[in-house]
């Protein structure tokens, strides 16, 4: 039984990384240090009550085989699409990840079922806060992280503190346009950087490439699947993943004039292919960017992996709840 | 003699908003009155020491004039081209507005010539303090400021702030690319928005609208010409200001997704114009950004004129000496 290490910290949290597939959860003390974690599949085309009722009994379960005290469970915390209002606690435009659930207050529902007071994050943002005290970015007091998946969602750290914007959205950095006149994005503009580096995006230039090249796909194609082939010495993959980072570059330069950060982080799934693109983004920035702006700064890979956005969850709940 | 009044207030500061042509200077009442200034050519080719000189006469000359006790003078604020180190009080970079002046210690000058601490920011940070203020944002937390001219810059606060950035140089807004393979721009990056919306570009447009409509310009084209134009009823200038509006939209749409700002404020010598192209810069926020992002959102025209650098500068130095 390890209830006294439990016990030892100066409390634990609840962390919940929603996710349109899989809902990740665990206990996590002040430190940092995972106590228990375990997954379940989100199923989005429930209710929201459903899924509050196996994320309690989730995390039930998770503290009777760790020996954990309830007692000494802080809040909650949770990291989701958005977007969202942190504020009210609201999931209010999680479209398309959980279009079912739009205007869900999971905050009131989580706490109602769990007795702690829950606090919300959009998943970009409980990123960047996983960062700044776990990660690459720790102690730096001016961050962006770039999370690269299914969309592009960006998280803001500003001298210290996370950047919210007026109405909980700021950040929102997947829709950074690198061309006022390209492709229509959802979001409503053109060229959103989005629509040139997301996993889809990349599928779809390799998929062209490949055509090109009159090679066929086997199967399905998956931006693990470039990965995968980069990894074999697929030429046509390795120059999939340079166009990748030569967009990621044109859109970071205005992110790095716009919050003149100290250190970007690219993190989320496309973080795994990092090595084929993270150079092509470091020297288009170095390219395109003040020579002011490029004082100390650092372009870096998450090295939290997929635990990234639990422990950013439960750095939200610390922070909020005053826990350290 | 206003002694009296000079006296009355918590405080006067001396205010000097540097331009790569004029130097705006006076004295500013806390509660944002001005109380004397007046202005001279900035003579960029001289050295900074000699200019410095100048602006400590004609805060003197202005003082005896208006019968300002000097002891009630609390601090000295600077708004100057960027980049530079509001830190350090420094002109780190001033280019291409002030070459000669790469690197000097401005505050460190007028703080031993005036006897009182002095307070650097860049021009764009100080029109939004200024905008803050006494402006079109009054009571906001969460604005940006475009000052369009010669150059286009920006000045962000979030969440009541005005944000720095790592090395003081955030909110370049100027260098926000609309089109990753547009024209290069000096600062190494391509499409930035200043290379489509600053003064030179608007006249260029016009310029470029004169020849193919087989028209010739009166004389040397300027921006103020193109205003006027526009007012006189030419539907080429007043097309003109359409395309500047288009692409001001589509930055400021990016802009929008990065901050989630309020209020976005229009100001600088374009501003005069806008009345022809603020119109397009909502509508085209409006189609590109997400609606999440437009609740409550405001884009407006700066009612400051061209006494917004010497207030902003007036703010600075009042918020830095603790004297509001």
């Not at 940092?32 to 989730?58: K, Q």
Request: hydrophobic share 40%.
């Amino acid at each position: 039984m390890n209830g006294g290490r439990a016990e030892a910290g100066s409390g634990l949290v609840w962390a919940i990384d929603l996710g349109g597939t899989n809902t990740k959860l665990g206990i996590v003390a002040a430190g940092g240090e995972v106590i228990g974690e375990e997954s379940f599949p989100t199923r989005p085309e429930r209710s929201g009550g459903s899924w509050v009722e196996e994320v309690g009994a989730a995390l039930r379960a998770i503290g009777g085989r760790e020996g954990v005290d309830e007692g000494s469970v802080c809040a909650v915390g949770i990291g989701a699409p958005g977007p969202l209002s942190a504020k009210e606690g609201v999931l209010t435009n999680p479209v398309p990840n959980l279009p079912k659930w739009r205007g869900f207050a999971i905050c009131a529902a989580l706490s109602e079922r769990l007795g702690k007071p829950a606090y919300l994050d959009n998943d970009a943002n409980v990123a960047a806060l996983s960062e700044q005290w776990l990660g690459v970015a720790k102690g730096s007091e001016n961050v962006v992280v770039l999370t690269l998946g299914t969309g592009i969602g960006g998280g803001v750290i500003a001298e210290g503190r996370l950047l919210h914007g007026f109405s909980g959205n700021a950040g929102e950095l997947g829709h950074i346009s690198i061309d006022h006149d390209g492709p229509e994005c959802a979001c409503g503009s053109r060229g959103c950087i989005e629509l040139y580096a997301s996993a889809g995006a990349t599928v779809e230039r390799y998929r062209r490439k490949l055509e090109e090249a009159g090679r066929e796909a086997e199967g399905e194609i998956t931006a693990e699947g470039v990965f995968e082939a980069a990894e074999a010495g697929d030429e046509l993959a390795k120059a999939t993943f340079a166009e990748v980072g030569y967009c990621l570059g044109a859109a970071v330069g205005s992110i790095v004039h716009a919050f003149n950060p100290e250190m970007v982080v690219v993190a989320g799934g496309m973080a795994e292919a990092a090595r084929y693109f993270l150079g092509m983004i470091r020297s288009v920035v170095k390219e395109r960017t003040y020579s002011d702006l490029q004082v100390g700064l650092r372009i870096e890979v998450s090295p939290l992996g997929d635990r990234m956005g639990l422990l950013g969850a439960a750095r939200l709940a610390f922070m909020a709840a005053g826990g350290e």
